[in-house]
T-cell receptor, first 110, second 115 residues
């Protein structure tokens, strides 16, 4: 069961690019890396998932180096509405083995 | 499209009382999950179901029971509530994980306080 380590909190100004790094030294060969976003009083929401290299969608990019022992979620030009907790999950195809850590609390200010 | 709906949204119980939390999804997902989230902690998996009529234990199953009689519903029961079960409970659903992890769709939670 791959354990993940993320910074507890980060601060950013509106309009900046934010990069949140997740360490997962024990990632298994079949494991995927998945990121979720959670606003207060809401359930988590899927943002992006990747296996290796780079993945980009309409809201974020995910960078995964060749050794896959870490990953970086990149949020371009954040706004106040991006203030949330971001969770990095590592696992593969088994419902019981996806573990949400404590996440990274991102605070965006003007 | 409602997605994942949890009822009730809030509840206060006394120690020893029982109750059932209901989760309903309209996305025809095979997999459903119950998590609890405590202050300063991430989500911990209580029980999950890979299909109608099946359930399995997650990370913290003690004190809870579940049932999946219909594909769209997943019930979480507390037989004898304890203060340690005060938490926010989230239900989620997804398609079956294959090689990758199918995104889980979450409800907005049930805030449960046990006095």
């Amino acid at each position: 069961l791959a354990k993940t380590t993320q910074p507890i909190s980060m601060d950013s100004y509106e309009g900046q690019e934010v990069n949140i790094t997740c360490s997962h030294n024990n990632i298994a060969t079949n494991d995927y890396i998945t990121w979720y976003q959670q606003f207060p009083s809401q359930g988590p929401r899927f943002i992006i998932q990747g296996y290796k290299t780079k993945v980009t969608n309409e809201v974020a990019s995910l960078f995964i180096p060749a050794d896959r022992k870490s990953s970086t979620l990149s949020l371009p030009r954040v706004s106040l509405s991006d203030t949330a907790v971001y969770y990095c999950l590592v696992g593969s195809g088994t419902a019981s083995k996806l573990t949400f850590g404590t996440g990274t609390r991102l605070q965006v200010t003007l | 499209n409602a997605g994942v709906t949890q009822t009730p949204k809030f509840r206060v119980l006394k120690t020893g009382q029982s109750m059932t939390l209901l989760c309903a999804q309209d996305m025809n997902h095979e997999y459903m999950y119950w998590y609890r989230q405590d202050p300063g902690m991430g989500l911990r998996l209580i029980h999950y179901s890979v299909g109608e009529g099946t359930t399995a234990k997650g990370e913290v199953p003690d004190g809870y029971n579940v049932s999946r009689l219909k594909k769209q519903n997943f019930l979480l029961g507390l037989e004898s509530a304890a203060p340690s079960q005060t938490s926010v409970y989230f239900c989620a659903s997804s398609y079956p994980p294959r090689r990758d992890n199918q995104p889980q769709h979450f409800g907005d939670g049930t805030r449960l306080s046990i006095l």
